[in-house]
C-alpha cells in the first residue's frame, strides 16, 4: 500500500524548479533516505509532502487522499524541517503541551514519556533558550514522536547530536518504524542513511532518482 504519492510534481519559484516533474511512490511502513547538497530540493520535497507548501503542478495522494482537495494536511504526520523553532521563554515540556493540545490526541505523561525517551527531563523547567543545538534537537524528535504519527518527514534529524544520542535516535526511528511508521530522512552523513534506510533517493538540481 502506498503511503505517498507524488504524480509529476513540479514546483517553480521565481521561474526556477526547485522539483521538476517528480513522481514517487512511497510504500507503507518503510524508512526512506533522500540525500543530495543544499539547495537541491530535498527540504522543499518535505514541504510540499507535508502540506506546507502546494505545488505548481501534479498532485499528491496521502494513503490515497488528494491533498489540496480531499484533505488540507496529512491527518496523521510530524515534521522536523531545518533548524527546531520553539517558544524559548517556555520549557520543554511547555513547548510539546502547545504543539500537543492542538489535536488533544496525547495526555501530559505521554508528551513526558517522549522527552524522557530522547533523553531530556521532562520535568526540567528551564526555559528552552538556555538549552544547546542538541538538546534542542532532542526536544524536536521528541514533539516527532509523542503522537505516534503514521509519517514521519525528519529533515537532518541527527544535526547537533553526539555519538551516543546518534545513537539513541537511531533506535528511536528504528521503534517508530516497528509500530508502522512511513519514515522519511535526509541526512548529509552516509552511516546514517547506510544503517537506517530501505531505500535511498539521490535528489538533485529538482531531480529525485532512486539510488542503485
Not at 33 to 60: A, C
Request: proline share 3%; glycine share 8%.
Amino acid at each position: 500500500m502506498s503511503a505517498i504519492e507524488l504524480n509529476h510534481i513540479t514546483k517553480n519559484i521565481k521561474g526556477r524548479d526547485v522539483l521538476n516533474a517528480v513522481s514517487l511512490s512511497l510504500e507503507k511502513g518503510k524508512i526512506y533516505g533522500f540525500v543530495g547538497h543544499n539547495g537541491s530540493g530535498k527540504s522543499m520535497l518535505f514541504r510540499l509532502i507535508s502540506g506546507l507548501v502546494k505545488p505548481t503542478t501534479g498532485e499528491i495522494k496521502i494513503f490515497g487522499e488528494v491533498l489540496h482537495k480531499t484533505l488540507s494536511f496529512p491527518r496523521s504526520i510530524s515534521v522536523i524541517l531545518e533548524k527546531p523553532g520553539f517558544l524559548e521563554q517556555y520549557s520543554g515540556f511547555d513547548n510539546l503541551k502547545f504543539l500537543a493540545d492542538i489535536q488533544k490526541k496525547i495526555t501530559d505523561q505521554q508528551i513526558k514519556e517522549a522527552i524522557d525517551r530522547v533523553g531530556l527531563d521532562p520535568n526540567d523547567k528551564r526555559g528552552v533558550k538556555t538549552y544547546s543545538l542538541g538538546m534542542k534537537q532532542k526536544l524536536a524528535i521528541a514533539q516527532a514522536i509523542m503522537e505516534k504519527p503514521e509519517i514521519m518527514l525528519l529533515d537532518e534529524p541527527m544535526n547537533g547530536l553526539d555519538e551516543d544520542s546518534v545513537k539513541n535516535v537511531y533506535n528511536i526511528i528504528q521503534e517508530q518504524n516497528k509500530r508502522g511508521a512511513t519514515i522519511l530522512i535526509t541526512s548529509h552523513h552516509k552511516e546514517d542513511i547506510e544503517a537506517l534506510c530501505d531505500e535511498v533517493y539521490k535528489v538533485n538540481s529538482g531531480n529525485v532518482v532512486k539510488s542503485c
